[in-house]
């Protein structure tokens, strides 16, 4: 990339990280410490403002910039991550977040501390939080440091262990200082850039093709070097049954995922009644919607336009692509268009990590003050704030996330979403579903649950190609690889389930009807919600 790429790219970025300190240094100065300003954000959002806050979580730069480049390498098979993130959407929409909502207070804990014992419960259920939230932030580390010190130009090691640096510092800066309320203006601002940007990129694309989507998907077909199979399913996980049951495993992480995800579910607390979380869902769900649909003429664009060998050239993964495209788009690596339009695409891109990232410490950090501390303190402790702790927490998550994006810097994107999503769907859906409906669930049903599913993930991990056996896994020296599938939900997620059953069915307590009902009450009509 040239020298003019890289400096107006920064200069863009710079902006926005100007703009959302600025953000944050006004809110900082406005708030008056409460948990539930920190938590909730005082619970003031409009419907509309809190839906383009939840698209802006949703939207990652694992979607604008790696499901992206799946397509253009893979065609149907890349598509079936856009299918698999927005059919997660529906699930989240229809089976769990205005229950959420109801039921809740802070926390995905709340809901199920409701009618079980408390403490258990809470340090089960923020243990799994933190955990799926350090992975998926992970991943956006991991991200930061490989993709846009790519995108900049800085490719050396050292260029990507202080871009990973710089996100952490920021991140933390963001959630410390402003909380729930700065963390969604973000959210805002960043959604309304992607999702401009997304539109200019497609609306340039049709322009192209004079509008005709046939002749795209046909030429992506020619210059793949696939054919018509390119529109077929089968040209990245149809080789054996291995790689189809791996797929069929990240398909039902993809999908049960998302309903478990701690910092996608406290979106919803931050409206003031259940019936604006409902019209906030109606504005979300068509600005996924229509954002992944751009994704996929995006993706098959970056094939017909730019080709495959470009793109594995500039990033094997096929990360670059949206970049790409948008240079040639824009006229090529020498004009002024192309220069402009590659920057403003690689500062959306940052922009985007910088937002996603704030938005899961956050919810990492209050899974730890709200939940965690909350319930391990002891009455003679110094009695700190759980906003205080949330701040502290704040920091300590950064430098987690940082130590574990510079050691895993290698590894590849999808992988790490992936894993946080199987997580997720293994340890945090199975105690959310059975707490919501089902009349005998116990605490030792909620306990083993989270800990049925969590535990079997992470094993079922350190025993995968990802971590050993293979060259491209995490230590490529050594072979302790038992487990043949890189995701292991199709394994670990109904081991969730089952050991919620089991523990409920193996416990002495009895179901507190009373509790159930009034649960069910709240849950179903709002009545009592906070």
Same mark, same amino acid.
């Given at each position: 990339?040239?020298?003019?790429?890289?400096?107006?790219?920064?200069?863009?970025?710079? &902006?926005?990280?100007?703009?959302?300190?600025?953000?944050?240094?006004?809110?900082? *100065?406005?708030?008056?410490?409460?948990?539930?300003?920190?938590?909730?954000?005082?619970?003031?959002?409009?419907?509309?403002?809190?839906?383009?806050?939840?698209? %802006?979580?949703?939207?990652?730069?694992?979607?604008?910039?790696?499901?992206?480049?799946?397509?253009?390498?893979?065609?149907?098979?890349?598509?079936?991550?856009?299918?698999?993130?927005?059919?997660?959407?529906?699930?989240?929409?229809?089976?769990?977040?205005?229950?959420?909502?109801?039921?809740?207070?802070?926390?995905?804990?709340?809901? #199920?501390?409701?009618?079980?014992?408390?403490?258990? #419960?809470?340090?089960?259920?923020? +243990?799994?939080?933190?955990?799926?939230?350090?992975? =998926?932030?992970?991943?956006?580390?991991?991200?930061?440091?490989?993709?846009?010190?790519?995108?900049?130009?800085?490719?050396?090691?050292?260029?990507?262990?202080?871009?990973?640096? %710089?996100?952490?510092?920021?991140?933390?800066? =963001?959630?410390?200082?402003?909380?729930?309320?700065?963390?969604?203006?973000?959210?805002?601002?960043?959604?309304?850039?992607? $999702?401009?940007?997304?539109?200019?990129?497609? #609306?340039?694309?049709?322009? *192209?093709?004079?509008?005709?989507?046939?002749?795209?998907?046909?030429?992506?077909?020619?210059?793949? %070097?696939?054919?018509?199979?390119?529109?077929?399913?089968?040209?990245?996980?149809?080789?054996?049954?291995?790689?189809?049951?791996?797929?069929?495993?990240?398909?039902?992480? $993809?999908?049960?995922?998302?309903?478990?995800?701690?910092?996608?579910?406290?979106?919803?607390?931050?409206?003031?009644?259940?019936?604006?979380?409902?019209?906030?869902?109606?504005?979300?769900?068509?600005?996924? !919607?229509?954002?992944?649909?751009?994704?996929?003429?995006? %993706?098959?664009?970056?094939?017909?336009?730019? &080709?495959?060998?470009?793109?594995?050239?500039?990033?094997?993964? &096929?990360?670059?692509?949206?970049?790409?495209?948008?240079?040639?788009? !824009?006229?090529?690596?020498?004009?002024?268009?192309? +220069?402009?339009?590659?920057?403003?695409?690689?500062?959306?891109?940052?922009?985007?990590?910088? /937002?996603?990232? /704030?938005?899961?410490?956050?919810?990492?950090?209050?899974?730890?003050?709200?939940?965690?501390?909350?319930?391990?303190?002891?009455? *003679?402790?110094?009695?700190?704030?759980?906003?205080?702790?949330?701040?502290?927490?704040?920091?300590?998550?950064?430098?987690?996330?940082?130590?574990?994006?510079?050691?895993?810097?290698?590894?590849?994107?999808?992988?790490?979403?992936?894993?946080?999503?199987?997580?997720? /769907?293994?340890?945090?859906?199975?105690?959310?579903?059975?707490?919501?409906?089902? *009349?005998?669930?116990?605490?030792?049903?909620?306990?083993?649950?989270?800990?049925?599913?969590?535990?079997?993930?992470?094993?079922?991990?350190?025993?995968?190609?990802?971590?050993?056996?293979?060259?491209?896994?995490?230590?490529?020296? #050594?072979?302790?690889?038992?487990?043949? $599938?890189?995701?292991?939900? $199709?394994?670990?997620?109904?081991?969730?389930?089952?050991?919620?059953?089991? &523990?409920?069915?193996?416990?002495?307590?009895?179901?507190?009807?009373?509790?159930?009902?009034?649960?069910?009450?709240?849950?179903?009509?709002? /009545?009592?919600?906070?």
């Amino acid at each position: 990339m040239t020298g003019n790429h890289q400096t107006l790219a920064l200069l863009l970025f710079s &902006g926005f990280v100007a703009v959302t300190l600025g953000i944050t240094t006004w809110v900082s *100065r406005n708030r008056h410490g409460s948990a539930e300003e920190f938590y909730a954000g005082g619970r003031l959002f409009s419907p509309m403002e809190n839906g383009f806050a939840i698209a %802006g979580d949703y939207m990652s730069a694992a979607s604008f910039l790696g499901v992206t480049g799946l397509i253009a390498l893979y065609g149907y098979d890349g598509m079936l991550y856009v299918v698999g993130f927005l059919v997660a959407w529906l699930v989240v929409l229809f089976l769990v977040a205005e229950l959420v909502r109801n039921c809740g207070r802070f926390t995905l804990a709340d809901v #199920v501390a409701a009618r079980m014992s408390e403490r258990p #419960v809470r340090i089960a259920a923020g +243990t799994s939080s933190v955990t799926v939230s350090v992975l =998926y932030l992970v991943a956006q580390m991991v991200g930061a440091g490989s993709l846009v010190s790519l995108l900049l130009g800085g490719t050396s090691p050292a260029a990507r262990a202080w871009t990973v640096i %710089g996100v952490g510092a920021l991140m933390v800066i =963001y959630v410390s200082l402003g909380g729930m309320r700065a963390t969604t203006w973000i959210q805002i601002v960043k959604a309304i850039l992607l $999702l401009s940007t997304t539109v200019a990129l497609t #609306v340039l694309v049709l322009l *192209r093709f004079h509008g005709n989507i046939d002749q795209l998907l046909l030429t992506a077909a020619d210059r793949s %070097g696939h054919g018509l199979s390119f529109l077929a399913p089968g040209l990245k996980y149809g080789g054996d049954w291995t790689a189809r049951f791996d797929f069929m495993s990240l398909g039902l992480a $993809l999908v049960l995922g998302t309903a478990g995800l701690p910092h996608i579910l406290s979106r919803f607390y931050t409206v003031p009644t259940a019936r604006a979380a409902r019209r906030s869902v109606v504005w979300s769900i068509g600005l996924v !919607g229509g954002f992944y649909l751009m994704m996929i003429v995006l %993706g098959f664009a970056a094939a017909a336009v730019v &080709g495959p060998e470009a793109l594995k050239k500039s990033n094997a993964a &096929g990360n670059t692509a949206v970049p790409l495209l948008a240079l040639d788009l !824009g006229g090529g690596a020498n004009s002024t268009g192309g +220069t402009v339009l590659f920057a403003i695409v690689a500062a959306v891109a940052f922009a985007t990590i910088l /937002a996603v990232v /704030a938005g899961i410490t956050l919810a990492s950090s209050a899974s730890v003050a709200h939940d965690l501390y909350a319930s391990l303190r002891r009455r *003679r402790a110094k009695p700190y704030s759980e906003v205080a702790v949330a701040r502290t927490a704040a920091v300590g998550i950064g430098v987690i996330a940082i130590a574990l994006g510079l050691l895993a810097r290698d590894l590849n994107v999808a992988f790490l979403v992936g894993l946080a999503f199987a997580v997720a /769907a293994s340890a945090n859906l199975p105690v959310l579903l059975y707490s919501l409906f089902w *009349r005998g669930f116990t605490t030792r049903g909620a306990v083993w649950a989270v800990y049925g599913g969590l535990i079997p993930a992470l094993a079922l991990v350190l025993l995968s190609p990802v971590v050993s056996g293979s060259p491209d896994s995490l230590f490529p020296g #050594v072979d302790f690889q038992f487990f043949p $599938l890189q995701n292991p939900g $199709l394994v670990s997620i109904p081991l969730g389930f089952l050991a919620g059953w089991l &523990g409920t069915v193996t416990s002495p307590e009895v179901p507190d009807e009373a509790k159930h009902a009034e649960t069910e009450v709240r849950a179903l009509t709002g /009545a009592g919600a906070v």
